[in-house]
């Protein structure tokens, strides 16, 4: 699928696309080093939130993708859709939604998909509360497989990060941090940005010291969630 790399939180595959936006972010991190060492949670936040929301937001629409795609890798007596691959990469906006919205009107795993992609959209176009909404419908599917259903929870709750609640993100997301929940990583991370956008140094510290633990075990080399995990933590003066 082109528009968006195929990853999920035990196996990242980064694609070119997402790399300049990461080393954007690693960046930002070592430029700043000495600044944040003595800088609260609530200044790192106010400074900083915007890029650690963009890199969180780029992995989760990058799992859609990779859920979208295995689906259809383990049901091969479906073909893929023109239609969803025409739709999701035009860049005439009103074309894209119409065709998108037919999709997702239709179900199935190409709905699903071009549910997100729609939320993406609207994301790029600055609608946040209709992405929200999209996103809702996806989490809200009883019929619909977990795995989108908690990918939708997790980006609805960067975006109540961006528009500053974070009291409502860590809440979207307090049923997946749970041991065994598939997507645990990005919970717990969307949970240590929350604590830091509401000035919760120690819960900020703790969450992150669980996530650098469990992804040091858990997560394959390289999906960057320990070393994302031991950035914070440095940055919160661990």
């Keep these: 699928i082109p528009w968006v790399a195929h990853v999920d939180d035990t196996k990242r595959r980064p694609g ?3 790399r300049q936006r990461r080393h954007r972010v690693a960046d930002i991190f070592h430029e700043v080093e000495e600044e944040l060492r003595r800088a609260q949670a609530g200044a790192i936040w106010q400074k900083y939130g915007n890029y650690l929301i963009g890199a969180a937001q780029l992995l989760v629409l990058a799992v859609a993708a990779h859920w979208g795609w295995t689906k259809y890798a383990t049901n091969q ?3 893929a859709s023109s ?3 025409s739709g999701a990469t035009t860049s005439d906006v009103k074309a894209r939604e119409a065709a998108l919205g037919k999709i997702a009107a239709e179900g199935g795993i190409y709905g699903v998909l071009a549910r997100f992609r729609l939320a993406e959209s609207a994301i790029e176009s600055g609608d946040k509360a209709k992405a929200y909404g999209i996103l ?3 989490a809200n599917d009883g019929n619909g497989d977990k795995a989108p259903r ?3 929870l997790i980006q609805a709750a960067l975006l109540e990060l961006e528009v500053g609640k974070p009291e409502t993100a860590a809440d979207l997301v307090k049923d997946l941090i749970k041991e065994g929940e598939a997507y645990r990583l990005s919970a717990l991370e969307v949970t240590g940005l929350a604590a830091v956008a509401a000035g919760d140094t120690a819960k900020a510290k703790t969450t992150f010291e669980t996530l650098k633990k469990t992804a040091e075990t858990e997560a394959a080399p390289g999906s960057g969630f320990a070393q994302r995990a031991d950035q914070m933590l440095d940055r ?3």
């Design 16 to 18: 070119s696309g997402t």
């Design 77 to 79: 007596q479906m073909q």
């Design 83 to 85: 239609d969803f691959l």
């Design 136 to 138: 809702g419908e996806i």
């Design 150 to 152: 908690d990918l939708a």
């Design 236 to 238: 919160l003066g661990n």
